[in-house]
């Protein structure tokens, strides 16, 4: 069964840092594009970072760019996103998601992944 797992969203300061991790079980990740995702409720979903197979090219939304990082660890199966100086409009759910027809591209949030993980909480406080 493919799958993929977030982790490490938990309450943090206004300020703080956190790492999520998207693992994959049942199929390797190489060859797939990996984005994360947000849902904040009343808000739609919105694309935050996606990496391509390689992780040669990432992209990111302009409200995180210079705050967030992507990356993917091929030995270990997982995508990372880095995210530093966490602000309040940061909390949400946040979702990793994989498609091997995606690429990694401006506008790449529009296509829906095929492959999707169950969402891990993020929250900021002020």
């Known amino acids: 069964q493919l799958q993929l797992v977030e982790s490490g969203g938990t309450l943090v300061q206004s300020g703080g840092s956190l790492r999520l991790s998207c693992a994959a079980s049942?199929?390797?990740?190489?060859?797939?594009?990996i984005g994360w995702f947000r849902q904040t409720p009343g808000k739609e979903r919105e694309g935050v970072s996606c990496?391509?197979?390689?992780?040669?090219?990432?992209n990111y939304v302009d409200s995180v760019k210079g705050r967030f990082t992507i990356s993917r660890n091929a030995a270990k199966n997982t995508v990372y996103l880095q995210m530093n100086d966490l602000k309040p409009e940061d909390t949400g759910v946040y979702y990793c998601?994989?498609?091997?027809?995606?690429?990694?591209?401006?506008?790449?949030?529009?296509?829906?992944?095929?492959?999707w993980g169950q969402g891990t909480q993020v929250t900021v406080s002020s």
């Open positions: 998601a994989g498609d091997m027809r995606i690429m990694c591209i401006p506008g790449w949030y529009v296509n829906e992944p095929d492959h």
């Open positions: 049942g199929f390797t990740l190489d060859g797939y594009t």
């Open positions: 990496i391509a197979p390689t992780g040669r090219a990432t």
